[in-house]
């Protein structure tokens, strides 16, 4: 498995209007890995996910894609290699899994084509590959919370890129479902070799399921490693404001936070 960054950001300054948001950052992605960004409400890593998407230009910098600068790419070329799963994504009222799926074979298909046998091979192996093939033929408004995220997940496999950026998977889920989420997700990793960014709110998810964590303060990155080297009481204390202690996970043996609080000091 290489480490060579596909994706990385050189030096960028995102803003929306006049209000700049994050600061002459630099990051790089490593190629086959799952990278988590972590960061207090509003700091700017959901903002870091749009830029590396292509959603959001940087006032200066660059976001490069295999080494060519993200912007100059056509939207086409830039879908084919990476796909995006939005905090909050919305499907049209009634449709059905299989043709919301299929929207991820938009990059690959020309204007007005037939779907060819790869297009339909695609939305099968990307239902089979999220174990919502039973739920093919289901109207997506009906599923759960669970359900659904496995299938925007399944339509930006049907994209068949090799990077997949997640803004807040497990946002509205329950415990079980957070699990099931991140544990195919790793699947995905460990099986296709896919490059895995998302940004995550709980640390303790993100510890146990990331290789590298980026943790993100007040627009710039703060700290970049292994879980074991970013969760830190001072890591958490700069980056949350939250006093702690950190244990290993008794089932993963990652970095566990356990929060002191006002009342348990």
């Given at each position: 498995m290489t480490h060579?960054?596909?994706?990385?950001?050189?030096?960028?300054?995102?803003?929306?209007?006049?209000?700049?948001?994050?600061h002459d950052l630099d990051l790089a992605i490593a190629t086959g890995t799952i990278t988590a960004i972590v960061g207090a409400n509003g700091c700017g890593k959901s903002t870091v996910l749009r830029a590396l998407a292509r959603l959001l230009r940087p006032r200066t910098g660059s976001v490069l894609l295999d080494g060519e600068e993200?912007?100059?790419?056509?939207?086409?070329?830039?879908?084919?290699?990476?796909?995006?799963?939005p905090q909050s994504p919305s499907a049209p009222e009634g449709i059905v899994v299989t043709d919301l799926?299929?929207?991820?074979?938009?990059?690959?298909?020309?204007?007005?084509?037939?779907?060819?046998?790869?297009?339909?091979?695609?939305v099968a192996d990307a239902l089979e590959a999220t174990g919502t093939a039973d739920l093919a033929d289901r109207p997506v408004d009906e599923l759960s919370?669970?359900?659904?995220?496995?299938?925007?997940?399944?339509?930006?496999?049907?994209?068949?890129?090799?990077?997949?950026?997640?803004?807040?998977?497990?946002t509205f889920l329950d415990v079980a479902h957070q699990i099931d989420v991140l544990d195919l997700l790793t699947d995905l990793n460990r099986d296709r070799g896919t490059t895995i960014v998302m940004v995550l709110h709980d640390l303790n998810l993100a510890a146990r399921y990331a290789d590298s964590l980026v943790a993100v303060h007040e627009g710039r990155?703060?700290?970049v490693g292994t879980p074991a080297e970013v969760i830190t009481p001072a890591v958490v204390r700069d980056v949350f404001a939250l006093d702690c202690e950190v244990i290993p996970d008794p089932v993963s043996g990652t970095p566990l936070v356990l929060p002191r609080g006002r009342h348990h000091c």
């Open positions: 060579t960054p596909r994706l990385q950001a050189e030096g960028i300054t995102l803003a929306y209007g006049d209000r700049e948001v994050v993200i912007h100059r790419l056509p939207s086409r070329e830039v879908a084919r290699r990476l796909g995006l799963l799926v299929g929207r991820g074979r938009h990059p690959h298909q020309r204007f007005l084509a037939r779907w060819t046998e790869a297009d339909y091979a695609a919370g669970g359900q659904r995220q496995r299938i925007w997940i399944a339509m930006a496999l049907a994209q068949q890129t090799d990077i997949l950026l997640l803004d807040e998977p497990t990155v703060h700290s």
